[in-house]
């Protein structure tokens, strides 16, 4: 039987009281109970007692969330299949708490199956992956038209602005955010997920500088291509040939992006762009690589290896996956160990004045009004049933709805429920 978040065994709810047994010995705890001074006691246990307010998501945490339940701030992004805003939960244990919310339109997603594909796997991955340099799934649900993600606020916004405003990196300040970024890649990749979609607007900062990889770009998509199929295939500027010949792929299409992204880093623009699709995808397939003379020989050689066209040949490509790329010359000075720990301090700190601050986004978002608007299209029964299992509570949310006791280290007994014992504590993602 399932309710809620949790998943509840059929047995409990017939085993609903004490056994004969012990019944006694709990009346006379419960008895014993009533009868404290409540406030004398938790006067003599100190600052050590947690004290938890009495409300509905404690004693029952498995109310389910809704977009009521978040108040609207502002547009981060939006595109064809729905929008990204940056939220305030109104309820619960964690309400004050500033998160971005990303909405996609039931509708227009299943109109093809490789974007119903898509959007469930991005689901499925941000549940499953938890990595410092990985953007965080805290919540999903879903309404009768639409589709709910809410992910940790980024507040340092895209490396896409920031390479904007600066024109290009220099290449210590390339270097660290490659090392962030391929430490992900590689992450994924020992889970059997290749990311297909590296490219500045997908990388955001959070409040220190470091880099998350995200899919908040796949919403902006709309904006800049009317072809909607790119959004979930990847841009064409950081995509791998063998993408484009569509003679199948793996894991090393990531490490091209990383090549076109170093690139795109130190010169202002990918190795093989053009002002149509056409000769972008010739540029990919045929074009020659042209290194600029200012580069070090350590990323012009790193270069020349990532963007080979033939996987095989790619430094990456072999059953080793990362260790190659992080053995070069051009992450010479960095400690791998204590950049994954987080301990090297980021090239730039986003100047941001408040856990709300949207200053790092593109304002032709911010200025907007936040509106979630109504959904007209609402699917059958039948096709609803592709988002069956959506909804999902991360569990370190579910650690904060921690159960009322007492300690007895302080001289007081502990007081639990038989049936909360029987009860599983970890959240389970399921159909609403």
Not at 97 to 125: C, G, P, W, Y
Not at 261 to 279: I, V
Not at 381 to 394: C, H, K, L, M, P
Request: with cysteine.
């Amino acid at each position: 039987m399932t309710t809620g978040i949790f998943e509840i065994d059929d047995d409990f709810h017939k085993d609903v009281g004490p056994s004969s047994e012990d019944e006694y010995e709990i009346t006379d705890e419960i008895k014993e109970f009533e009868e404290m001074d409540h406030d004398h006691l938790i006067e003599e246990m100190g600052s050590d007692v947690e004290k938890v307010p009495i409300c509905q998501e404690v004693v029952n945490p498995k109310e389910k969330l809704g977009p009521s339940d978040f108040e609207l701030l502002k547009v981060l992004g939006k595109g064809g299949y729905g929008k990204v805003f940056q939220v305030k939960k109104r309820t619960g244990r964690d309400a004050g708490s500033i998160f971005a919310m990303k909405v996609l339109k039931k509708a227009t997603i299943v109109r093809n199956q490789k974007d119903t594909a898509h959007t469930k796997a991005e689901r499925n991955i941000l549940e499953a992956i938890k990595f410092p340099f990985i953007v965080d799934l805290l919540y999903a649900f879903q309404t009768g038209g639409k589709l709910y993600l809410i992910l940790e606020y980024l507040s340092g916004g895209e490396l896409f602005m920031h390479l904007e405003r600066e024109g290009v990196f220099l290449e210590d300040t390339a270097s660290f955010y490659l090392a962030e970024i391929t430490l992900a890649l590689q992450h994924l990749h020992t889970e059997g997920i290749i990311y297909r979609d590296l490219k500045p607007e997908n990388i955001l900062l959070d409040l220190n500088g470091h880099i998350k990889l995200t899919d908040f770009g796949l919403c902006k998509e709309s904006i800049y291509h009317t072809d909607m199929t790119h959004t979930f295939c990847g841009t064409i500027e950081y995509m791998a040939p063998e993408i484009l010949t569509r003679h199948g792929h793996g894991k090393a299409v990531d490490w091209w992006s990383l090549g076109t992204l170093m690139y795109d880093m130190l010169t202002g623009a990918p190795p093989f762009c053009s002002d149509n699709r056409k000769k972008t995808i010739d540029k990919i397939l045929k074009g020659k690589l042209v290194l600029p003379p200012y580069l070090t020989a350590e990323s012009r050689d790193l270069l020349r290896k990532l963007l080979k066209r033939h996987p095989q040949s790619r430094l990456g490509g072999g059953s080793d996956d990362a260790e190659p790329i992080k053995a070069h010359p051009f992450f010479r000075h960095l400690n791998w160990d204590e950049l994954y720990a987080r301990k090297v301090e980021p090239p730039f700190k986003p100047s941001v004045t408040s856990e709300e601050d949207v200053s790092q986004f593109d304002q032709r978002f911010t200025k907007e009004t936040p509106v979630d608007s109504p959904c007209d299209n609402m699917l059958s029964e039948s096709a609803d049933r592709i988002f069956q299992g959506f909804t999902y509570v991360a569990p370190s949310m579910m650690e904060s709805l921690s159960k009322l006791s007492f300690s007895d280290s302080h001289g007081a007994r502990s007081f639990r429920s038989p049936r909360r014992s029987r009860a599983p504590s970890s959240p389970m993602s399921m159909a609403p």
